[in-house]
């Protein structure tokens, strides 16, 4: 790691990113500590993605000004894996399809690599069994090949259940809710709160639904690429109630 | 029957000799017949007789020809178990072998092929009878200084179903002419090809599938991962006849490229005379998918942990429809150890 500053899991300070060289964000401020569940709302195309992307450190993403700071240190040197196996992780909007490579064997291999060595198999099979019941999965995933010939509420859980297997200390979440039923939703939601107590959340949505399950500490409104407004739980409700033209006059 | 020495050598304008000219594959010189050996044929599983060598109709090509002239003996393969495994070790200077599978029923043989011969011929022939299902594996993990010549002819009869899977890994050059004819109605053909390429190696694969009558299907998936400066080569001839109607018949060729150097031709080629078919082919060369790359990378996997991951999942791909386990587990096995050792060391 590099550089160390303050005690915050996730500081983002002044971030300025650009996409094929069109700006995205635009000098955004974010800090999360270990515990807190920050929701990060906004229009199609105001940058939460990015965000998310960014700070997982995507290649395709370019830091032009500012800074990110995880656990301390400065990580815009940083490689996607190393990140990982820092403690980062990210649920993706959409996540890849990986053909013939079997689920099972896809799990075994990150969990190894992001705890820096292959969990004992009988704990690990047992680790497995329970995370899948609680997220409700067949144990025939394991033998289907990562992502391929899903439907939609189907990538989702396997995104939670490779949050519940490693433990991250920082996870995003990019619509996550997306595409699930009332019951999925319920379910995921479920195992986003039984590791958010130990970990720092960023959780990013366009809908009231999931922050009705998933208590967030803090709401941030993002307009432009730079957070406009940041409040408690009650800023989502009022948003869901009054969309974003107030945020714009605000602005 | 034309002799080897009295026959015309092809150009490099046939399109089976177009990237891999017989020059190159020769043993010795083109002009020349020289002493051919035979490899070691073995199997704790079934019955391998060696009887006088079978005449086999070469179709006027110059390697048949060639395999046809230097071959003494034809190992026969009677299959009577549902799996069986067979051991071809190829040693010495130049040696060859013309395997002939004999089966009734339903029936899976696996061939090891292994050895550091310089340069090793290998003719594979059989004949599916009616009602009956032939699942052949073929692993090729000679030295990386072997020169391979394959010539395959297999005919699938009245309700026949003849599936082909080749896991190709070894040898420094290789040419596989692999023809299957399904010659009765209602037959079924799958053929299944994964190459890995690596090294200089130089992999060329020319499939032809022969639809004679009605009703008859046919499937061929060749995926060929590049590596270093390999160069691999898929054709495929897919022919239709008149009387073949209602064929269902299908060619995909997928080439991923993993280094700048590495090469890769896919060249799909349909003869179609029936109207009532349905025949697609496709190609498609990329290098590995950033997005998959960046997903692996992201669950704490580092590049070279996830560019093998990601090989070797598109080579298993290769075999995800091939129906006996014993034959996609063996491939499916000998890949993820091979890869292993190639790309994480």
């Not at chain 1, 939601?189 to 958010?196: P, Q, R, T, V």
């Not at chain 1, 993002?222 to 957070?227: C, N, P, Q, T, Y």
């Not at chain 2, 696996?110 to 011929?121: D, P, S, Y």
């Not at chain 2, 034959?327 to 993820?336: D, I, N, S």
Request: proline share 3%.
């Amino acid at each position: 790691m590099g550089e160390m500053m303050g005690d915050a899991l996730l500081r983002v300070e002044n971030l300025h990113v650009s996409v094929e060289g069109t700006p995205i964000l635009n000098g955004l401020n974010l800090t999360i500590n270990r515990g807190e569940i920050h929701a990060i709302m906004g229009r199609n195309g105001s940058g939460k993605s990015t965000l998310a992307n960014v700070v997982m450190g995507h290649p395709a993403y370019e830091i032009t000004q500012g800074t990110i700071h995880y656990k301390g240190s400065n990580i815009e040197e940083m490689e996607v894996f190393q990140r990982a196996r820092e403690g980062m992780f990210l649920s993706f909007q959409y996540p890849a399809s990986i053909p013939g490579v079997q689920v099972g064997t896809f799990l075994r291999k990150s969990v190894a690599s992001v705890r820096g060595e292959a969990p004992p198999p009988r704990e690990f099979r047992k680790e497995l069994k329970n995370a899948m019941e609680q997220l409700s999965m067949d144990r025939s995933f394991l033998s289907r090949y990562v992502n391929q010939g899903f439907s939609g509420g189907e990538k989702k859980r396997l995104e939670i259940l490779q949050l519940l297997l490693l433990q991250p200390d920082l996870a995003i979440l990019d619509e996550t809710d997306s595409g699930l039923d009332i019951d999925a939703l319920r379910i995921v939601a479920d195992g986003i709160n039984s590791i958010a107590q130990d970990t720092g959340c960023l959780v990013i949505t366009h809908y009231q639904r999931l922050l009705d399950l998933v208590k967030p500490d803090v709401v941030h409104v993002l307009l432009d690429g730079k957070i406009a407004q940041s409040g408690g739980p009650e800023l989502a409700l009022k948003l869901e109630d009054e969309g974003y033209d107030w945020v714009d006059a605000l602005a | 029957m034309t002799s080897y020495l009295d026959a015309s050598l092809p150009t490099r304008s046939e399109h089976l000799w177009r990237y891999t000219p017989w020059s190159r594959v020769h043993p010795t010189k083109v002009d020349e017949l020289p002493t051919i050996g035979e490899v070691v044929v073995e199997s704790e599983d079934t019955v391998l007789k060696i009887v006088p060598k079978r005449s086999i109709q070469h179709g006027n090509d110059i390697a048949r020809i060639f395999l046809d002239e230097v071959l003494e003996n034809t190992h026969i393969l009677a299959l009577e178990n549902e799996t069986n495994h067979v051991h071809i070790r190829a040693g010495g200077h130049a040696v060859a072998a013309h395997i002939h599978i004999e089966s009734k029923q339903s029936s899976s043989v696996m061939f090891h092929l292994t050895g550091e011969a310089e340069w090793v011929g290998l003719w594979l022939t059989g004949n599916i009878l009616p009602n009956s299902q032939l699942s052949v594996g073929l692993i090729n993990e000679l030295s990386t200084d072997t020169v391979l010549v394959r010539t395959d002819n297999w005919n699938v009869e009245r309700d026949g179903d003849f599936e082909l899977a080749t896991l190709s890994l070894g040898g420094q050059r290789i040419k596989s002419d692999i023809r299957t004819t399904l010659s009765g109605s209602n037959s079924n053909h799958k053929q299944f090809i994964a190459v890995h390429g690596h090294g200089t190696r130089h992999d060329d694969h020319h499939v032809e599938i022969h639809h004679q009558q009605p009703h008859s299907n046919s499937k061929l998936t060749v995926n060929a991962a590049c590596d270093d400066r390999s160069h691999s080569v898929g054709t495929g001839a897919l022919t239709i006849d008149d009387d073949a109607q209602h064929t269902d018949a299908g060619q995909i060729f997928r080439n991923l490229l993993l280094s700048p150097s590495a090469r890769a031709e896919a060249i799909p080629e349909l003869e179609v005379m029936a109207n009532e078919v349905a025949a697609a082919h496709g190609a498609a060369s990329a290098p590995i998918d950033s997005t998959q790359m960046h997903y692996l990378m992201s669950r704490g996997l580092s590049q070279e942990e996830a560019t093998a991951m990601l090989v070797e999942g598109f080579l298993v791909d290769s075999f995800v429809e091939v129906r006996s386990d014993s034959v996609r587990e063996a491939m499916q096995t000998r890949l993820t150890v091979h890869l292993e050792c190639q790309l994480l060391g």
